[in-house]
């Protein structure tokens, strides 16, 4: 049994790495590309919450089962979802939300493993007690996953009021512009401007 769920980590693993490198031929975004952001996202949620709920009793090195459960139920789920939301995202004239609400949600994750592993480790070394800091992490890992998708959310709302295209990729503009001088007249000035 145990070959079966390093088999599947394994797996996941793999296809996490696939899904980062997979791109289309332009910049815009498909249907797969949120499909395989929501994945990872799904994953990562699904291995937190199967963390949290394994350790209910005490964390052992045989309850590896309701991680594996947990990192492919989210998996799917999350797969499933971004692949609603990008196939929703795609019919739509202008670019919706989803690739902001992805996007966030799997930095906020990141960013949330690690702020909650750091305070783990911080309480670990009180207690003395090295579980702390996957407490912390998973803790972290849902706190920042749910973040991402509000601040996902907010972000694409204004970014979609604004009329703002995004290619999902960063740019850089030099342009000159006019700027209105103290006595009236204008003068034009370089200008340096760009979208992260």
Known sequence: MRNIGFSFLMAALVACGLAGTARADDDKPTVFTFAYQG?????????????????????????????????????????????TLGIVDVTQDKPGRTRYVLRDMALGEGFGATVGGIAGALAAISTKKPEHILLGASIGVLSGAVLGAVFGFVEGRHARSHGAPDTGSQHLALSVVPVVE????????PALSGRY
């Open 39 to 83: 994945l990872v996202v799904g994953a990562g949620a699904g291995l937190a919450g199967g963390y949290l709920v394994a350790r209910d009793g005490g964390w052992k090195s045989s309850d590896w089962k309701p991680l594996v459960y947990g990192a492919g139920i989210g998996a799917l789920v999350g797969s499933g979802v971004g692949l």
């Open 182 to 189: 103290a006595g009236g007249k204008l003068a034009y000035l």
